[in-house]
T-cell receptor, first 117, second 113 residues
């Protein structure tokens, strides 16, 4: 069975602090895809990044970075020098490619990040 | 125009009523999904469809049904609404293969009283 676990329910930081959001996944597929989405207070879901299982290179985009480690089945997301505008719920998601039901896109329970000024 | 459009955006309905939430997409994607969001529970998959003739139950399909009227349209029905179906509902679409990101509608806030 496929599963995504985001153990951190809520995180509160002060502006300019670095913060890491954890994501652990389970899948039996050898090829799979991991995603991060942001849901700001306005409610829409915003795509942040996609990573396939064959690409373990870390990704950096401005203040955002992602660390994918197959050995620990983790795909963690770090925000450097956090800002109030980063306050949102962040979701990690997984999609397999083994055919059938594993191809569906499933989400973790999300982490609510509150950045205080 | 939005890539994924959900109607209505907000709805209040009474217990026992039948209600349909509609979703249409302009991405040309084969895959469509319905999710439900509740505080602390994240996005839970209700139903998904990989093409017009393919409908699959997700993890919480009881009390819901769907119809894929066309590649671009995927509707969710609550046959007899109950209060614990009060939630934020999202429709999404993605390309074939699972490797592309999903595009979401703006959500439908449903309240069952």
């Amino acid at each position: 069975a496929q599963k995504v676990t985001q153990a951190q329910t809520e995180i509160s930081v002060v502006e300019k602090e670095d913060v890491t959001l954890d994501c652990v996944y389970e899948t039996r597929d050898t090829t799979y895809y991991l995603f991060w989405y942001k849901q700001p207070p306005s409610g829409e879901l915003v795509f942040l990044i996609r990573r396939n299982s064959f690409d373990e290179q870390n990704e950096i985009s401005g203040r955002y970075s992602w660390n994918f480690q197959k050995s620990t089945s983790s795909f963690n997301f770090t925000i450097t020098a956090s800002q109030v505008v980063d306050s949102a719920v962040y979701f990690c998601a997984l999609s397999g490619s083994g055919g059938g039901a594993t191809n569906k896109l499933i989400f973790g329970t999300g982490t609510l990040l509150a950045v205080q000024p | 125009d939005a890539d994924v459009t959900q109607t209505p955006r907000n709805r209040i309905t009474k217990t026992g009523k039948r209600i349909m939430l509609e979703c249409s997409q302009t991405k040309g994607h084969d895959r469509m999904y319905w999710y439900r969001q509740d505080p602390g529970l994240g996005l839970r998959l209700i139903y998904y469809s990989f093409d017009v003739k393919d409908i699959n139950k997700g993890e919480i399909s009881d009390g819901y049904s769907v119809s894929r009227q066309a590649q671009a349209k995927f509707s969710l029905s609550l046959e007899s609404a109950i209060p614990n179906q009060t939630a934020l509902y999202f429709c999404a679409t993605s390309g074939t293969g699972g490797h592309t990101e999903a595009f979401f509608g703006q959500g439908t806030r449903l309240t069952v009283v």
